[in-house]
């Protein structure tokens, strides 16, 4: 079974998708859906928690999908910390691919699971923000949330 709901967010209207046990998807869409489950009352919380900047690591329980080198790139999105950045270049030096950088930037712009699966953290090599699937406006929203609240959590 397939379970989909739409929650209202500061950036606005995010669409959670999930099975039985794990989210599957996080996009930047509204629709009707408002499916109830375990697994999206969690991301939902914990999403709510976030946006707070009570909540630096994410625990819902994910599926990352896609071709196996679109996995990597994801697994190594989830390893940037919390109001950190990296750049297109050093995901490709972290899956040991390091002139993939073009197909980095397609498996970002893939990914199923925004903010959860961190892309946004992904900058251009210069610095800039350069494309984002939901807009480079929420890019710098949400890389602007999370350093605003860096800076005032505790430590880590």
Known sequence: MIYRRTIASPIGFLTLTASDNVLTGLTYAASDADDVSPVLLH???????????????FTVPIALTGTPFQQDVYRALL???YGETRSYKDIAVMIR???????????N?????AIIVPCHRVIG???HLVGYGGGVEKKRALLTLEQTHLSILPSL
């Open 43 to 57: 991301a939902e919380n914990e999403l709510a928690a976030y946006f707070k900047g009570e909540l630096t690591r």
């Open 97 to 107: 691919r390091p002139k993939a950088v073009r197909a980095v930037g397609g498996a």
């Open 125 to 127: 090599i210069n610095g």
């Open 79 to 81: 390893s940037i910390p």
């Open 109 to 113: 712009h893939n990914n199923p699971i």
